[in-house]
């Protein structure tokens, strides 16, 4: 069974940084796209961006509005994704989300995803 | 960037149909996916690849793409499906991820 559970959400303040954990189990971490999601308070569903799996390059993606603030990073001998996250702004807000996708040449979808991780960031 | 556009809210009564459309540019060439989250759940994964279903989701659930369109049919509509409902694609010219906006579905 594929599990993927967050860890290290919390609050912090306007500037400061965190960093969230993604635990994976039931499936081959190495081989897999990992992806953050997020979703601010009662707002839709935003597309963080990836890392791909180092035999793909282990390169990255990143929305914009996060590029040179967060970076992701994996540790495959621990089964786990990281986002760390630094001059956070209190638009961060939000439940983060990790998932597995599933792509091919013309499409990428999301297959499983973690139960989330709660930032708050105040003023 | 690409845009998806989604109703923000449609309604339904039990044992009624819905039908919750996505609208984009060029939808012939790109392959839509929908997600149902209920209440402080995670999403998941309910149609891929315009049409498809996931394992352990029900037929009732079904997938169509036309045109600049793309539709996700509820036959048969039970309380139990009044969730948010997103629809997502892969831009391959950005390579970036895209959600819809999210559709609440209530069932009346």
């Known amino acids: 069974e594929v599990q993927l559970v967050e860890s290290g959400g919390g609050l912090v303040k306007s500037g400061g940084s965190l960093r969230l954990s993604c635990a994976a189990s039931?499936?081959?971490?190495?081989?897999?796209?990992m992806n953050w999601v997020r979703q601010a308070p009662g707002k839709g569903l935003e597309w963080v961006g990836r890392?791909?799996?180092?035999?793909?390059?282990?390169?990255?993606d990143y929305t914009a509005p996060v590029k040179g603030r967060f970076t992701f990073s994996r540790d495959d001998s621990k089964n786990t994704l990281y986002l760390q996250m630094n001059s956070l702004k209190t638009e961060d807000t939000a439940v983060y989300y990790c998932?597995?996708?599933?792509?091919?040449?013309?499409?990428?979808?999301?297959?499983?995803w973690g139960q989330g991780a709660l930032v708050t960031v105040s003023s | 960037s690409y845009v998806l556009t989604q109703p923000p809210s449609v309604s339904v009564a039990p044992g009624q149909t819905a039908r919750i459309t996505c609208g984009g540019d060029?939808?012939?060439?790109?392959?839509v996916h929908w997600y149902q989250q209920k209440p402080g759940q995670a999403p998941v994964l309910v149609v891929y690849?315009?049409?498809d279903r996931p394992s352990g989701i029900p037929e009732r659930f079904f997938g169509s793409n036309s045109g600049n369109t793309a539709t996700l049919t509820i036959s048969r509509v039970e309380a139990g499906d009044e969730a948010d409902y997103y629809c997502?694609?892969?831009?391959?010219?950005?390579?970036?991820?895209?959600f819809g906006g999210g559709t609440k579905l209530t069932v009346l």
């Open positions: 998932a597995t996708d599933y792509c091919t040449s013309t499409t990428c979808y999301f297959n499983y």
């Open positions: 890392i791909k799996s180092k035999t793909d390059g282990g390169t990255t």
């Open positions: 039931g499936f081959t971490f190495s081989n897999a796209w």
């Open positions: 690849d315009d049409s």
């Open positions: 997502q694609v892969w831009d391959s010219s950005s390579d970036l991820v895209v």
């Open positions: 060029n939808f012939g060439s790109k392959s």
